[in-house]
């Protein structure tokens, strides 16, 4: 096996680049991630992994192995997670596994929820030495690599910190419902211009927020960037093989572009980038959704994605041919006279369609039996389907197995996974998801940990042909209780939409968006509008930019002052918590510290807070009298004078005190008020404050207001006497 | 051409002390021994645009500008002088002349502009979008290699008047705009803009020459309900920019009752028409597109264009708004750009009066200027300066990169390098002047030292 691959390899490399001697050593390689991460394809991906569903009646995993080894990558690796055994009995019965130049070896792993995780685990393989592409199995192109490599190489020979290439394909959005033809969500990226380089990329934005921020430093080291909205991510990167260790530096990357892109983006101290290639004609996507599946399979219909193309990619013996008006069949279809197949459609081997059946722009798979008067539009049905006659079905996905008894009704939207039955005549909710799995009752908000809960309930028992037996033995016991959710004869669950998906479940369905939420939508796109220019005028209309800054610095004191609440209320339960546990001074100390400085504070209003906290705690002290309460708060002082001491460091820390004490008695603890001057005095005996402060104090408020001055009024005697004390001296 | 024009002359900027003075407000400082406001004024008049408002800040300061126009360009141009009140802004200025404003479009220009980019042209590009507001734009070192000489390349980015512009693929329309203040926060641009648009560039090598093209009925409205508005550039252009999409003013929406317009009811859609054809687009702008909707039905989003005209690279625009400026202006117009002097310059690229008066031994290098009547004595040597007019300038005096105004006596010896020095100074024998300014009227001892300084008589 060595001595013809060395060969192949030093061949492809030649094809890719003019340094033959260089990439001699290296093949070109992929990872290929054979798992999504991500539950948007449930609950098919409970039964099957997704680059095994079909697109276009054809596994999705064939059309990127079919990219890669026709752009010249010589060794794939294919990570498996998610149902491995599966993916890997389909490879193995493929033809991938004997291709002369083209090499591809899976490697499995049980344990990783992530990307970032089997980037980590590739890497402790050590199998990539070069550059390496990656993809997800996902992906459908026939973009050439050439130029991108070559592109990748050159920036690499200049900087070796340029990791990664981006490969973005041009796509407006809608304007109506923000998000591409492949229902993806708008993606905000900033561009260099004139080096390609990636400087900002904000995926799944905050739709409230109006405006964009971009950070200032990057107009000053860029004096032009390009913003983009209308550029879609086609989620196949050139990586450098620093990529992987970077994971594994950062063990907490997780997602690739969430974590790992923007975490390079933001961080300037390592100054790794990342650059983007745009292509122009040649087609990339990847299937991320329901709503980019069904476009997808369009494009491929319509032969955007040649070579990858029904006709072309044969899969076992069965041709299909290509027809007038986008119409592909394969052989041995029965078709009555009176059907009536529309364009745009693909139909599989050895189906059976009846008779007045109407049937466009669906993709129908092998063996499926169809019967009379149905009406099929804009669905995917794949294999050894029945549809018994009077069916409807519109933009669903039917898969493989799926019984639909006579009458019933899909509504747009519906997906029924595997082996589903559908009562007579039952009409399926728009958008219902219908599995012979129950749904799983713990709804993981976090989307990453999919495959953990795949491999509890699925992965273990569910390989092709054991699924089989093992739901056919659920079946009786299904029916009994599912009969009612799916009509008469129904077997299967009805997955409800779980809180939170219900707004989006439209936005990623494969159904066209209907009338109602379109105008739905127009109307909210303009009060956002509203709002937007209410957001963008307030500072405007409020006056020059002046008052703009004024307002700015206003809610950096609302910031300053929530701050400090927050810093007190810390301090207070620290504190408490010392008295109530016995805590030793030091290690309140300590905890203050601490917290003074993960707030940002200053020693004042440490000695401010904790002061604070000792007349609460005092005035928490069950008393009635004054007295009593007066006790109460010379204990504490005796035994946490020192506490509060090692924060009076200074004349200006002592003050603070002071000024705090008379707020808490003229606001929150006005019983402590007329004990004001006692307090105090006992202060001064305490040696917490020093003579210094208090007549600081009392200078402090000469000028002020009359009902500001009450309790100099009331410790007046006490001033007086320390005055003359001093004088004395 | 329907276009009124309305210069904006400034006052006594305080920026520019001590180079102004009672006597010499801003509009009237020599640039290549031509009150900088000739250069405005002659761009108006090659294109053909003669009815103009000059408005100036102080009736002080108005008396002496006018006087100057009324000698200058009797018979070439028809100019109202408009004294305002001082500080009040340019919107403020503005607000205070709107009476006077009569035109359907109104060209605002900085009078210390020094630029040779057609005004004809950006009039031109405002009628083909019909748009609200255009403003003129040219690259950023304007002075070219003498900026990037004098100034590092790092603080450059701290330059006033520094912005950031956002354009449309096609650098017609104006998206973003970010000045002043703003620079110091992160950049904040609209998603709204940006989702309508697609794409959008941000520059930060553009300088906005102070050069607008604006809608008369949408300035007046604009200035009438924003009261607070003081700066068209601060206020009234980022207000226009914001809301472009999401239009406040009349512009577009309901037809507008317009004095000139005679046809009434079908201008609006005539218009846009016709602005299409004329922008040469069988693609609509965005705005239309956002503004008939995704379906195409026209819902009533109204919108207005802000657009922009970006000068060619080779145009020369700077302003004079700083002493730094003044001194890169008067070597630039000199020099480079010493077509916009309106003077022809001889073989030796430099201009000496015939009446000047030059000693034995003494050089005048190229690009330099010597105004009428100037003596010069024995072995002087004059590189990269202009003087002007009746100095009397005494022998082995060096004079280089400076500004010296007019009937200034420098003595023997002296050496005068990168400095100003402003009309009627007299420097005595051997005065070494480094980057400094000398105000009107000053005396410099004999055998003075100065390095940086700026030198002033004191007030009264």
Not at chain 1, 278 to 297: K, L, M, W
Not at chain 1, 433 to 451: A, F
Not at chain 2, 202 to 217: E, G, N, P, V
Request: with cysteine; glycine share 6%; hydrophobic share 35%.
């Amino acid at each position: 096996m060595g001595a013809p691959k060395k060969s192949a390899a030093a061949a492809a490399a030649a094809r890719v680049s003019d340094d033959p001697e260089e990439l001699a050593r290296v093949p070109l390689q992929a990872v290929l991630l054979a798992d999504s991460f991500t539950t948007k394809f449930r609950p098919i991906t409970l039964e099957r992994p997704k680059v095994l569903l079909p697109l276009v009646n054809v596994p999705m995993i064939e059309y990127t192995l079919a990219w890669l080894e026709s752009a010249g990558v010589e060794e794939v690796f294919v990570f498996c997670c998610a149902h491995a055994k599966q993916v890997i009995n389909y490879l193995e019965s493929s033809q991938w596994f004997s291709q002369p130049k083209f090499s591809v070896t899976t490697i499995e792993s049980h344990n990783s929820v992530s990307a970032g995780d089997a980037l980590r685990f590739i890497y402790e393989r050590n199998v990539i030495h070069g550059d390496f592409i990656l993809i997800s199995g996902d992906t459908v192109s026939n973009m050439s690599l050439t130029r991108v490599l070559q592109e990748h190489k050159e920036r690499r020979k200049k900087d070796s910190n340029a990791v990664m290439t981006m490969v973005i394909k041009r796509s407006k959005l809608s304007p109506v419902t923000q998000q591409s033809r492949l229902g993806t969500d708008e993606l905000f990226m900033a561009i260099d211009p004139d080096t390609k380089q990636l400087l900002y990329y904000e995926e799944n934005t905050n739709h409230l927020k109006a405006t964009l921020s971009l950070d200032k430093m990057l107009l000053i080291d860029n004096s032009s960037i390009r913003l983009h909205n209308d550029m879609q991510d086609c989620f196949i990167d050139i990586c450098s093989p620093e990529v992987l260790s970077l994971f594994t530096d950062n063990f907490d990357y997780q997602h690739l572009r969430r974590h790992f892109v923007k975490g390079l983006l933001v961080d300037d101290i390592m100054g790794y980038k990342i650059y983007t290639h745009e292509i122009h004609s040649s087609y990339a996507a990847r299937v991320d959704n329901y709503r980019a599946y069904d476009t997808i399979s369009k494009d491929i219909i319509q032969r955007w994605t040649y070579p990858l193309v029904p006709d072309v990619l044969l899969l076992g013996n069965s041709t299909t041919k290509l027809e007038r008006v986008g119409m592909y069949r394969a052989s041995e279809i029965v078709q009555s006279r009176s059907a009536q197949i529309g364009p745009l459609t693909v139909i599989g081997t050895g189906t059976r369609i009846g008779d007045n059946t109407k049937i466009s722009n669906s993709v129908i798979g092998k063996g499926c039996d169809i019967g009379s008067n149905v009406l099929i539009e804009g669905c995917h049905i794949w294999d050894n389907v029945t549809i018994e006659d009077g069916c409807q079905l519109r933009h669903s996905i039917v898969c493989d197995g799926v019984v639909m008894k006579s009458g019933a009704v899909l509504s747009p939207g519906v997906v029924l996974s595997f082996k589903v039955v559908i009562g007579q005549n039952f009409t399926a909710p728009a958008y219902s998801k219908v599995s012979l799995l129950p749904q799983p009752i713990k709804q993981d908000s976090d989307e990453e940990l999919e495959y953990a809960d795949n491999n509890s309930d699925v992965e273990t028992s569910c390989a092709p042909d054991n699924m089989n037996g093992e739901l056919t033995s659920e079946l009786s016991e299904i029916q009994g209780s599912a009969t009612s959710e799916l009509g008469c004869g129904g077997v299967g669950y009805i997955w409800s939409i779980c809180e939170g998906a219900s707004e989006e479940e439209w936005r990623h369905s494969i159904a066209p968006i209907s009338a109602e939420k379109l105008a739905e939508l127009t109307q909210t796109t303009d009060d956002d509008l509203e709002f937007s220019n209410q957001d963008g005028n307030a500072p405007a209309s409020s006056g020059e930019l002046r008052s703009d800054a004024l307002s700015d610095s206003e809610d950096d004191d609302e910031d300053t002052k929530n701050d400090s609440a927050y810093f007190e209320k810390e301090v207070e339960a620290t504190f408490l918590r010392a008295v109530h546990e016995n805590v030793q001074v030091d290690h309140v100390i300590l905890e203050v510290n601490s917290l003074k400085l993960s707030c940002n504070m200053e020693f004042s209003a440490c000695a401010g807070a904790i002061f604070y906290s000792m007349m609460k705690l005092a005035l928490e002290t069950p008393h009635k009298t004054t007295d009593e309460l007066s006790r109460a708060v010379l204990n504490i002082f005796n035994s946490w004078h020192r506490l509060l001491k090692s924060y009076l460091s200074g004349k200006d820390e002592e003050i603070e005190v002071i000024l705090k004490f008379e707020e808490m008695c003229s606001e929150s603890a006005k019983e402590l008020s007329p004990l004001f001057t006692q307090i105090l005095h006992h202060l001064y005996d305490k040696e917490l404050i020093s003579e210094d402060a208090i007549l600081g104090w009392e200078f402090e408020k000469q000028g002020a207001e009359e009902s500001d001055r009450v309790f100099v009024r009331q410790a007046e005697n006490f001033l007086q006497w320390l005055k003359e004390a001093s004088e004395e001296d | 051409m329907d276009f009124q024009v309305v210069v904006l002359a400034g006052g006594f900027s305080k920026k520019l002390v001590p180079l102004v003075s009672k006597e010499v407000p801003k509009a009237l400082l020599p640039v290549a021994n031509r009150p900088v406001l000739s250069y405005v004024l002659d761009l108006l008049e090659q294109s053909n645009l003669k009815d103009l408002i000059v408005v100036v800040e102080g009736s002080d300061a108005a008396f002496r500008v006018g006087g100057w126009i009324s000698a200058a360009y009797l018979d070439r141009l028809h100019v109202d002088v408009a004294p305002v009140p001082e500080d009040i802004g340019t919107a403020g200025a503005l607000r205070a002349i709107s009476h006077h404003l009569t035109a359907r479009d109104i060209l605002v220009v900085s009078g210390d502009l020094v630029s040779d980019v057609p005004p004809g042209a950006v009039a031109a590009a405002h009628r083909r979008h019909d748009a609200v507001v255009t403003a003129t734009l040219c690259s950023n070192p304007v002075s070219g290699p003498a900026d990037s000489g004098s100034s590092g390349a790092k603080d450059k980015t701290k330059k006033p008047g520094r912005n950031i512009i956002g354009l449309d693929p096609s650098r017609q329309f104006l998206l973003h705009i970010a000045a002043g203040a703003e620079l110091e926060k992160d950049l904040r641009v609209q998603k709204s803009i940006l989702r309508a648009v697609g794409e959008m560039e941000l520059r930060a090598d553009l300088m906005d020459a102070h050069l607008y093209a604006i809608k008369r009925s949408v300035l007046l409205e604009v200035l009438d309900q924003k009261e607070t508005f003081q700066s068209i550039k601060k206020d009234v252009l980022p207000y226009l920019v914001r809301s472009q999409l999401k239009s406040e003013v009349l512009s577009n929406g309901a037809p507008q009752v317009e004095e000139n317009g005679n046809d009434k009811v079908n201008s609006q859609s005539k218009r846009i028409t016709q602005s299409q054809i004329l922008a040469n687009a069988s693609n609509r702008s965005f705005h239309e597109l956002y503004a008939f909707g995704p379906d195409g039905s026209a819902s009533a989003r109204r919108t207005h264009k802000c657009c922009v005209y970006i000068a060619n690279n080779n145009k020369y625009c700077a302003r004079l708004n700083s002493i730094q400026a003044f001194s890169d202006i008067n070597r630039d117009v000199t020099g480079e750009a010493n077509h916009l002097s309106g003077y022809s310059f001889s073989a030796h690229n430099n201009l000496i009066h015939p009446s000047a008066e030059l000693g034995s031994k003494t050089t005048v290098g190229p690009h330099c200027l010597l105004g009428e009547g100037s003596q010069m004595g024995d072995k002087c040597s004059v590189k990269r300066s202009v003087i002007g007019r009746h100095c009397r300038i005494g022998s082995s005096v060096k004079i280089v990169n400076s500004v010296v105004m007019d009937h200034v006596t420098i003595g023997d010896g002296c050496s005068v390098q990168g400095s100003v020095v402003c009309s009627n100074v007299q420097l005595q024998e051997r005065v070494t002047l480094k980057d400094c300014q000398v105000g009107a009227s000053y005396v410099v001892t004999a055998g003075s030292e100065y390095r940086g300084e700026s030198l002033a008589k004191k007030e009264k």
